[in-house]
Nanobody
């Protein structure tokens, strides 16, 4: 059974940092590309970043480029999202999800299949 479990969310002040983790089970990271998405209350789900299974190429959406960094650790079956210089508009529930292709895009959430339950990130003074 494929599972993804996010953790690492919390309350942080503007300008602060958090590192989210997505621990996967039932598969290995060379089988799926992994994406990070977020959804704020009353807003549509938004892509954040993804890392490709083929060669670990990384992709970022414009709203977080230069502030967030995605990485993976195959030995731990974990994908990370390091979030720096956080802003109040980054407040959302963050999800990780699987994509079956070699190369991913964070702009097409409907192409992702298995999803975790999410972890809440709140950026507030």
């Amino acid at each position: 059974q494929l599972q993804l479990v996010e953790s690492g969310g919390g309350l942080v002040q503007p300008g602060g940092s958090l590192r989210l983790s997505c621990v996967v089970s039932g598969f290995t990271l060379d089988m799926y590309s992994i994406g990070w998405f977020r959804q704020a209350p009353g807003k549509e789900r938004e892509g954040v970043s993804c890392i490709s299974r083929r060669d670990a190429s990384t992709y970022y959406t414009d709203s977080i480029k230069g502030r967030f960094l995605i990485s993976s650790d195959g030995a731990k079956n974990t994908v990370y999202l390091q979030m720096n210089s956080l802003k109040p508009e980054d407040t959302a529930t963050y999800y990780c999800a699987t994509f079956g292709g070699d190369y991913c895009s964070p702009y097409r959430p409907n192409e992702y299949h298995y999803w975790g339950r999410g972890t809440q990130v709140t950026v507030s003074a």
